[in-house]
């Protein structure tokens, strides 16, 4: 099976979640394609010598180019750790982004917890599973 893409995604205040995160699951995620939004995909990036291929940062797109990976089906996971507490000036964009996931099915994770759960799902990483995609 190719490589599964991931995205990983975290507001400011989140960062450092999600990068530690990141170490703590580094095995797995070198095995992945990854990508993530301009500041996030800089930083995991620059921490940990991962291969994250950038898109715009956030609130200038960066959570739209990631929404059309799941429109055009190139996206198998959405690590997002958004910020509950503090809002965002492209709250629109954020919340586009998980309809998208809902909308195709696409597993997301927003805090660590569950993003703990699904990187270490054998299904999730099972060659065989592929989530069931609505029939439009
Ligand atoms: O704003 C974001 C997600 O909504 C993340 O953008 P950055 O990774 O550029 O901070």
Redesign the pocket.
Known sequence: MGKLTLAL????HKKPELLAWVKQHIDVLKQCNLV??????GLIANETGLEVTRYK???LG??QQIGALIAENKLDALFFF?DPLNP?P?DP??KALLRLCSVWNVPVACTPATADLVITSPLFLSPDYKPVKPNF
């Open positions: 995604v975290a507001h400011d993530g939004t301009g500041t996030t995909g940062s956030g609130p960066g959570d958004w965002a492209h964009d954020v």
